[in-house]
C-alpha cells in the first residue's frame, strides 16, 4: 500500500511575491503647514498692511482648518478645483471679520498657496503674490501667475475683501521625480532661475535632500538681499519598490 506525503515547502526555495512599486510624496518646507503628505500651504502677509506677522498666521490656520472640515464633505473633495475655491473662500472670510477684533479695524491681509496632492496628480489654487513653479526634466515651468499689476501693486490676497474670492488654480499630473516649489516672494524674487534650477537638479529621494535643498534657497536669497520672512514647501513625488 502506497502512502502520498505532502511536502512542506523550505522558505528558502519559495519565490518571495513581486512588490508592487509605491507612490511617496515627500516634502519639506519653513513658515508652511500641511495636512499629512496630502496639503501644502504657505502664506506670505501683506508688509504694507499692518498686523502681516498675524494675517500669515491666521491664514496658514484657517487653511488648514478648512481642508481638514470641508475635505469631509464628498460633494467638495469630489471636484477638487471646488474643493480648493471653498478653501479660500472660508479663509478669506476669516480674515475680513478678523477686522471686528479691537486693534485690527485698519485691516490685514495675506498671499495664500494650496497644493493638494493625491497620488499621481495635484491641484493648485492661489491668490496674492505667492509663486509656484514646477522642476520636471530639468525645465522650470511657472505655474500659477501672481495676482500683481504693472507697477507691482497686490490686486488680489486673502482679507482683501468680504465677497467671495476666487483663486487663480492649477491642476495636472505628477510625473515620477517632478517637484513643485511654493515659495514667498522674499525667495523668489532673489533666486534667480539659474540658481533654482542648480538647487532642484541636486533634489535627491530623501527627506534631508528635500530640507538640504530648502536651506539653500534660503541661503541664496539671504546672500542676494532678502530681509524680509520667508515661506516655501518644496514637493516630490517619487517611486519605491
Known sequence: MNDTY??????FFVT???????????FAGKNFTHSTD????IADGVESLPHASVAEQLTRQTALWAYQMVRQRPFYWGEKLKFLKRMFRSTNLTLWQKRRDPGFDTGLASALTVLIVIGDYFWLGSAGNCNSYLFRDGLIDVLTKRDVDDEGMLTKAVGFAR????????????????????????IANFVSEDDMRGI???????????????DKLIETAKAA?????KSLCMVKRIITI
Not at 496630502?38 to 500651504?41: G, L, P, Q, S, T
Not at 532642484?200 to 530648502?214: D, I, N
Open 6 to 11: 505532502a511536502m512542506k515547502l523550505d522558505d
Open 16 to 26: 518571495p511575491r513581486a512588490q508592487k512599486p509605491k507612490d511617496v510624496i515627500l
Open 38 to 41: 496630502e496639503c501644502f500651504i
Open 163 to 186: 465677497h467671495q474670492l476666487i483663486p487663480a488654480t492649477h491642476s495636472e499630473k505628477l510625473l515620477e521625480n517632478d517637484i513643485i516649489l511654493l515659495a514667498s516672494d522674499s
Open 200 to 214: 532642484l537638479e541636486r533634489v535627491g529621494t530623501t527627506t534631508e535632500s528635500l530640507t538640504q535643498a530648502v
Open 225 to 229: 538681499g532678502s530681509n524680509d520672512s
